[in-house]
């Protein structure tokens, strides 16, 4: 809904366009989230079953080259393995990042410890994550909505961080569940940011805003960056 110079009501007004805004941001989650199981399923069926097959036939080039004692055809089939395992390393992330299978089955411990060493291994960032409380018992909207926040924040330290440290720790008391993600990067004045040009961190307070959640932003050049979550939970 749009408001006109003559709205009686400029304060409702706004509110309303807040609004539209939350349910346009929503579906665009909707529409990215079923392109992302779209992705992860052609990437599981179709590249999945050329992977399997191009291992198949380098196994018989393997049992070949040994009748033959061929030892070139052999480092050959050492290399192209290597490759081989590669790939399929790289496939299988890229499945996981479309469509994290744990997010229905695990719960959010899983899967933060899950996507925090798979973040590790690929950028050689330290991770740690430190639990306390019973596992949150949330919904899966809740669950898609603090993962999302979650990648957010690993993509802005990822971009601007710099090299750092990064904990992150989840609690459930007092009927909150609280997600902290802090790093130990380049930091920035939050003071003086721009948020019109800061887009993730925007995004992360809309994100934020559906849950709903209560985000709160502290950081200081060289001394990183902290982003707290606290999400009320249903008595």
Not at 202 to 218: F, G, N, S, V, Y
């Amino acid at each position: 809904m749009i408001s006109s110079a003559s709205d009686p009501d400029p304060v409702a007004a706004l509110q309303r366009q807040l609004a539209d805004l939350q349910e346009l941001l929503a579906w665009r989650d909707l529409q990215q989230q079923q392109q992302h199981e779209v992705l992860a399923a052609e990437v599981h069926d179709q590249l999945g079953s050329a992977l399997t097959a191009l291992a198949m036939r380098l196994a018989l080039i393997e049992r070949q080259s040994h009748v033959a004692n061929d030892a070139r055809r052999a480092e050959q089939w050492l290399k192209s393995q290597s490759l081989l395992k590669a790939i399929t390393q790289t496939a299988r992330r890229i499945q996981h990042q479309l469509q994290p299978n744990t997010l229905t089955s695990l719960g959010l411990h899983a899967i933060l410890t899950d996507y925090l060493d798979a973040f590790s291994s690929r950028t050689g960032t330290p991770c740690t994550l430190a639990v306390s409380g019973p596992e949150p018992d949330l919904s899966p909207v809740a669950v898609q909505g603090l993962f999302n926040l979650l990648q957010e924040g690993f993509s802005n330290i990822e971009r601007h961080a710099g090299p750092c440290e990064v904990k992150v720790r989840l609690s459930n008391a007092d009927q909150q569940c609280r997600l902290t993600i802090e790093d130990t990067g380049r930091g920035f004045d939050l003071a003086g940011l721009d948020w019109q040009c800061s887009h993730g961190l925007r995004l992360m307070r809309e994100r934020a805003a559906r849950l709903p959640a209560r985000l709160d932003l502290h950081s200081q050049v060289q001394m990183g960056c902290r982003i707290n979550i606290a999400l009320t939970l249903p008595a």
